[in-house]
């Protein structure tokens, strides 16, 4: 389940709630905020099993993941598997208390986990797939507060996209040369030499959709203030990267929970 770390919780969560502040003008349902943090620890940790599940072959013949519990066998796939119908069970007993409209969504990001893994063998750019599951929750977050789908909703879900290919992309970075060898496809393989260039602009696109979402919600100085430190984050990301050390490309990986935590701020303090 990867509960001692929290970083993949943590990405998850902040498009979440950009998507709570934004379709509530800063007065979202605490309800709903409470059922969303509790999904997020379980459709997260249900997606790191069957992720582990699925690439315990794989994860064993590279470096920073051979020590996975899978892969060395401390974990039987009979116990992973249980463990990962507790999650879904779980997931599904809090959907139970949310309104029935959104279920539909609630089936398509369960689609969307089980398929990630899966993609990694046969779609370039398994980093999409990630993207549309971690951001999964955005429009369900629109109908249960705002009774819609907005363009608010739909520039968030396509920026939530783009951040996870830029973020996954410097974590795949990191394994690049493994994954080359056993035939485990990224966005880091496909965009080849430009991957630093690539995801560096991808970044920038993010950041002018969240320009762009101020604009349209006539959002004050203060946050174009938190968006201008957030650029900061990503010329950091992008100077850890450089230098294609595996561990730099990990931090800056990571760095990106800094990002989220800058962008939340931006919008709390616009709202208060």
Known sequence: MRIDKPIGFLLLMWPVLWAFLISSDGSPNIFYMIIFAFGIIFTRSAGCIINDYFDQDFDSKVERTKNRVLATKEVSNQEALILFGLMIILSFVLLLMLEMKIIMFAIFSFFLLIIYPLSKRYFK????????????????????????????????????????????????????????????????????????????????????????????????????????????????????????????????????????????????????
């Open 125 to 272: 750019i398994p980093q999409l797939i990630l993207g549309m599951a971690f951001g999964s929750s955005i429009p369900m977050v629109f109908i249960l507060e705002k009774g819609q789908i907005d363009f608010d909703c739909i520039l968030l879900y396509i920026l939530t996209i783009a951040w996870a290919i830029v973020y996954d992309t410097y974590y795949a970075m990191a394994d690049k040369k493994d994954d080359k060898k056993i035939g485990v496809k990224s966005s880091a393989i496909f965009f080849g030499e430009n991957d630093i260039r690539y995801a560096l602009n991808i970044h920038y696109f993010v950041l002018m959709c969240f320009i762009t979402l101020g604009i349209i919600n006539s959002f004050n100085l203060i946050y174009y203030v938190f968006l201008l430190i957030s650029l900061l984050s990503v010329i950091y990301q992008h100077l850890l990267v450089v230098s294609r050390k595996p561990y730099q490309c990990v931090s800056a990986f990571e760095n990106n929970n800094i990002f989220g935590l800058i962008i939340t701020f931006g919008l709390l303090f616009t709202y208060i």
